[in-house]
């Protein structure tokens, strides 16, 4: 190589050279003082490339502000002393190998849990519509069919005031989590995409920085404003659809849950196809900016292919370091969104399980009341699942795409 | 009591009256009340029981009571409205018969407001 380049023209490199080290300070005093170690030793001496990677990643580290995650994560999960970094150079140190089983454990725990807090729920809703039998054929010996519709009124309404109070409890811890998911995505994100811009370059992270702010706004808006919202009228409509004999509303209530799913459907392809689009482009721009910077770094006479490996090194471990905030990141995201997930998804079933229960006792319409609560659980799983697979999907284009 | 003994004293209530309908047919009548109330007073006993039964079960759910209460009591007027206007009408009595159902009715009407405003209650809670 530093034979390739004749002597005399060897003062066109050095501008370009010196932008170089300069930008090596520039971005993190590390790679400015890695760079001055690579040019001290001398040409044939072997590197310490290793010892260069851990110096550059603790560097790189302590560039990082961590203090807005550690606090996000702190509200997230008081029970649990975890910090972001600590979490970040365990998974890039490859620590996170029983993961699979906490999270089996984790998921057990929760099921169980779930199941003794709603145990006193189900069997409510079976005497309950066990009860609405008994009374309605009771009255159903008179002659007066009045007494029995009240009757059975009295008992639906106690039923769906049961049904309505949980569900707008899971609606509001819901909406808590959706917050608190994008509550954490904002204070992710700058971190996330400052080491974007070390590791890959500043096109693509302003250009991801935006699709990420964009995707918190449209969240905020239409997932937690918009779609909530009618998942609660989609359950109130199905209620009253069933307080009557004859189905008035039950054509409204597929709307609204078409709707829902549609909205959700969109939203997931849009976000794949902008992120998709910009993965095309943008790293393309930075790699190229890149190698043109390093590959003239590399041609410098004398000192050139120690620079050359050693950008090599302190590049792979900003990527490294990126991609560990990353997957910290997503597993952080993953983390927020299992518990709502499982818990509906338990909902749903438990839902479904006395709907089965009751319908060879009770009269259809308390039957098809439980059972609506229950896709309206389903359709909360809906959302939830979304907005985490949002997210998730822009975090792992934006680690592969920049890489 | 027995079903065996209930229909037992019914047929020879009515076979009795019977006796009554050519000559002085208002103590067919008199007779045809005072068996129907002797029947009422032996389902009493049954009823009692069932009352008993609701509120047992009312203790495995700790909903609001006073509406089971209020179911009761609608079945409760929904017979003695029943029983009255149906003995007006083995007398004759039309008017007087339909005035008491619909007496009935409209007192369930007024016992089921409080619920019908309980669901509107709770319809406009959740929707807030």
Redesign the interface.
């Known amino acids: 190589m530093r034979g390739a380049i004749p002597k005399r023209k060897a003062w066109l490199w050095w501008p370009p050279a010196l932008f170089f080290v300069f930008l090596l300070f520039f971005s993190g005093h590390v790679s400015g003082s890695a760079a001055v170690h690579a040019a001290d030793s001398s040409p044939g001496q072997k590197v310490d490339y290793e010892g260069i990677q851990n110096e550059t990643e603790n560097k790189l580290f302590s560039e990082f502000d961590f203090s807005e995650i550690d606090d996000s994560l702190k509200k997230l999960f008081p029970d649990k002393k975890m910090s972001f970094q600590e979490l970040v150079a365990a998974l890039i140190s490859g620590k996170g190998d029983n993961a699979g089983k906490l999270a089996m454990q984790f998921i057990l725990d929760r099921l169980g849990y779930e199941f003794k807090y709603n145990k006193q729920n189900l ?2 809703m079976l ?2 519509a066990i ?1 609405a039998a008994v ?1 309605t054929n ?2 159903n010996a ?3 069919r ?2 029995s519709e ?2 059975f ?3 639906y ?2 039923l ?3 049904c ?1 109070n949980a ?2 409890i899971a609606m509001s811890g819901i909406e808590g989590k959706l917050t608190v998911l994008l509550d954490f995505m904002r204070v992710l994100c700058p971190s996330y995409f400052l080491a974007v811009a070390i590791a890959s370059g500043t096109s693509s992270s302003l250009m991801f920085y935006n699709i990420v702010l964009f995707l918190i706004y449209a969240a905020e808006v239409l997932i937690l404003k918009f779609l909530l919202p009618i998942v ?2 989609y ?2 409509v199905q209620v ?1 659809n069933y307080l009557a004999g004859e189905e008035y509303l039950s054509q409204l209530g597929e709307l609204l849950k078409k709707l829902i799913s549609w909205i959700l459907r969109t939203l997931i392809t849009c976000v794949i196809g902008i992120n998709v689009i910009q993965g095309m482009l943008a790293p393309a721009i930075d790699a190229l900016k890149r190698s043109a910077l390093t590959k003239t770094a590399a041609s410098i006479p004398g000192i050139g292919n120690a620079i050359g490996g050693v950008t090599d090194v302190v590049l792979g471990a900003a990527v490294l370091i990126k991609n560990g905030i990353g997957v910290a990141g997503a597993v952080i995201l993953i983390a927020i969104c299992a518990v709502p997930i499982l818990q509906m998804l338990f909902m749903t079933m438990m839902y479904k399980l006395a709907a089965a229960l009751v319908q060879p006792v009770s009269d259809k319409r308390i039957t098809g009341c439980i059972s609506s609560v229950s896709e309206g659980y389903e359709l909360l799983v809906k959302v939830i699942f979304s907005t985490g697979v949002l997210f998730l999907l822009t975090i792992a284009v934006v680690t592969v795409s920049t890489s | 009591m027995s079903i065996i003994q209930i229909g037992v004293i019914g047929v020879i209530g009515a076979l009795l009256s019977i006796q009554f309908k050519s000559g002085k047919s208002e103590y067919g009548i008199y007779m045809s009340v005072g068996i129907s109330i002797l029947i009422f007073a032996c389902i009493v006993d049954k009823l009692e029981l ?1 009352v008993k039964t ?1 509120a047992q ?1 009312n203790q ?2 700790n ?2 009571t006073s ?1 089971i209460k ?2 009761l009591k ?2 409760g ?3 003695i ?2 029983f009255s206007s149906s003995v007006c009408k083995d007398a004759g009595y039309q008017t007087i018969a339909v005035q008491i ?1 619909i007496f ?2 409209l007192t ?2 007024a ?2 407001m409080p ?2 405003l ?2 509107l209650e ?2 406009r ?3 807030a």
């Open positions: 069997a409510y005497l309950i009860i009374f009771f009255s008179f002659q007066n009045q007494v009240i009757s009124y009295v008992l309404m106690l769906i005031t049961m309505l569900f707008r609660n009228i359950i109130m009253m | 069932f609701v079960v495995f759910i909903i609001d509406y209020t179911m609608m079945i007027i929904t017979y409205a029943e159902e009935s009715k369930i009407l016992l089921g619920v019908l309980a669901l709770t319809i809670e959740f929707l």
